[in-house]
């Protein structure tokens, strides 16, 4: 079975790019077939990071969404797609107008939203927006990026998780990695693979003890996202 991986959350900064980077990574490691689809064509973080497995689309052409679809109908693999901020709008009037739920659903396709938040009001706010949307015709899965906040209790409360859990949603917390690693990564464009393993990749940027904090936050998130079973 094919499934679709929206990673999202409509805000800007909140983290998206590096969850659609971190299942990228998954995948590879597993050897598992995937494309990844890097819609965010302000930064193109999926293509600097991941470009040998990245096709880009731009979402304001429907006729171009539709290559997320056409990639997961062609053979069984997961599709991974990197929205931009501000970009469910978008995705949504793609999937109203195409009835895509329903071509998934007929097609034995998988559609999982991936929702990367903060711990402010916006992220419970536009979390709300996609539940009410789309409701049971998707899976959800919900990430506490703790790179940006550390205090979710606003959402633990709201009726919003209520609703997710409600409607199945899964959860899961990403933890930080240390910041001057994460900037040296995005600086070099490499892999998180290469980051940890490869000695030649900017030798200048990586010291030994960036490698190892890359090596053991990577594990640390491997083990939260193997408890998300058919989520991946």
Known sequence: MSKIL???????????????????????????????????????????HYGAYTRS???????????????????????????????????????????????ARESGIDVIFWHVMDDGRDSISTLQRLLERHGKGARYVIVANMGRGTDFSLFDRSPTRALAEELGAMFMDLPELHPPAMRKIDRSDASFWAAVHNPDVAPELFTRMDRQRIKVWMQSVYDRLARLGDAL
């Open 57 to 103: 689309v731009d979402l304001s052409g429907p006729e171009a969404a539709d290559d997320i679809m056409t990639q997961a109908l062609e053979t069984d693999r997961r599709v991974v797609v990197d929205l931009p901020a501000q970009g469910d709008r978008a995705v949504a009037a793609w999937i109203s107008e195409a009835g895509i739920l329903d071509l």
């Open 6 to 48: 929206f990673v999202g959350g409509d805000k800007g900064g909140v983290g998206k790019s590096v969850v659609a980077r971190l299942l990228a990574q998954w995948y590879l490691d597993r050897q598992a077939p995937f494309v990844a689809i890097d819609a965010d064509v302000s930064h193109g973080s999926l293509l600097r």
